[in-house]
């Protein structure tokens, strides 16, 4: 069954100065990245208050700037993206369990209350996490070259930056690399097809989630970290089957 089309947002809205542009790319890059610099990941939370300061700046209430307005049919996309890519991840571990790459093991969780608020951090958290890093990577980049929009070199273009944006982790090297512009193909195709973030950013966090998830009820140690990334990253070419199955492209606003 395939999804409501969502036309994407005429490119008249985007006629900012490139100087504005270049200034609102560095505020987001700063306000993502600092935290992780100096090991305050708290301080990611202001992210959403950046963006939305960013997206009036240039011209858009709330954040329509980064793709991310109420359309009909937009919570159907986030929470659909959000049980995808837990399944996508959960799958992936149990196949990686019986084949040896991982280990797996029930563990116990907080009791109550501590339990549920620990979820709720855990949700919140993570999905700021998610939407900063899509907004960064994905948004901004379909609002500075509005002349990718509806062509599917935004989506390696788009994958290329998300690689680059993980600045921590380019040390590990070319498998590091490929895995992560695996999840990034994955993620701008859904706003490639969709003409808005929120499929995007529930793949996105449904990812992260998951992974916080297991940390909470389970015990997963990966056994062979050569193999392990090539896992992650076939997970994120069947998501990215998923989206260009269900997902009908976006019509372009006459």
Not at 6 to 16: D, I, T, V
Not at 25 to 53: C, D, H, S
Not at 199 to 210: E, I, R
Not at 218 to 233: E, I, L, M, N, T
Request: glycine share 8%; with cysteine; charged share 10%.
């Amino acid at each position: 069954m395939a999804f409501h089309e969502f036309p994407l947002p005429a490119a008249s809205g985007a006629q900012a100065s490139p100087m504005r542009l270049l200034l609102v790319a560095a505020v987001l890059f700063l306000f993502y990245q600092l935290p992780e610099g100096i090991g305050m990941y708290e301080l990611r939370l202001l992210f959403p208050l950046a963006a939305w300061w960013a997206s009036r700046s240039l011209g858009f209430s709330g954040m329509r700037a980064w793709y991310l307005d109420a359309r009909p049919g937009w919570w159907r996309l986030l929470g659909t993206g959000l049980v995808l890519a837990i399944a996508a991840k959960f799958t992936t571990v149990a196949i990686g369990a019986r084949t040896g790459v991982y280990t797996l093991a029930w563990a116990d969780a907080a009791p109550g209350m501590a339990l549920a608020g620990s979820l709720a951090f855990l949700a919140f958290s993570s999905f700021i996490a998610s939407l900063a890093e899509d907004i960064l990577t994905r948004g901004l980049v379909m609002r500075a070259f509005p002349q990718l929009a509806g062509r599917w070199t935004f989506i390696l273009v788009s994958a290329a930056l998300f690689v680059l944006n993980h600045i921590y982790r380019l040390h590990k090297g070319p498998v590091e690399w490929l895995t992560i512009f695996c999840f990034g193909l994955a993620y701008a195709a859904a706003l490639y097809r969709t003409g808005t973030l929120w499929a995007a950013v529930g793949l996105h966090w449904g990812w992260n989630l998951a992974n916080g998830l297991l940390d909470t009820f389970a015990r997963s140690d990966v056994v062979q970290p050569a193999v392990a990334p090539f896992y992650s990253g076939a997970a994120h070419l069947v998501l990215l089957a998923c989206v260009l199955i269900l997902m009908r492209p976006a019509r372009p606003v006459s």
